[in-house]
């Protein structure tokens, strides 16, 4: 299972990195028709001995539909995007061409800092464990000597 996940892992953070390159490295598309936008949302699900009711199933799932170069493609946007779209309709739209995909500006930038930030207090964590460890087996030792 951890395999799967970290396999799982390596293949979004190339994605996301991927995605960064392609933002620092292109302009954002033109001639792009925003052709439907929307929110799914999720009532809880019951019956019976299970009750689904969490709050991740109560918050909405935002879609965005784009038209491009004669193609439809459906995108799955954050609350932000849905909200700057619905406040002023200006959303930086960016192709992928190797993936023929299209993606909102941002998509690849903001998961990587989020995946270091976890890195790092994962990091912080497992170091404070191991110093602590450390620690608790020199004090072993020191008592075990004998004078």
């Known amino acids: ?16 990195v991927h995605y960064t390159v392609i ?7 033109t001639g792009y028709t925003i052709t439907k936008i929307s929110a799914d949302e999720h009532r809880p699900y019951r019956h019976r001995g299970y009750n689904d009711d969490n709050e991740k199933e109560r918050t909405p799932d935002y879609y965005m539909e784009v038209w491009y170069q004669g193609k439809d ?7 932000s995007t849905y909200r700057v779209f619905k406040d002023n309709g200006d959303v930086n739209l960016y192709y992928d061409s190797e993936a023929d995909e299209v993606f909102v500006a941002g998509a690849g930038s903001s998961n990587i800092l989020g995946i270091i930030l976890i890195g790092i207090l994962v990091i912080i964590v497992v170091a404070e464990l ?3 460890l450390l620690i608790k087996t020199l004090r072993k030792k020191s008592k075990a000597k004998p004078k």
């Open 1 to 16: 299972m951890a395999v799967g996940f970290g396999a799982y892992g390596y293949f979004k953070v190339k994605q996301w």
């Open 23 to 29: 933002e620092n490295t292109e302009k954002p598309i």
């Open 73 to 79: 493609y459906k995108l799955e946007i954050d609350e």
């Open 130 to 132: 191991l110093i602590r």
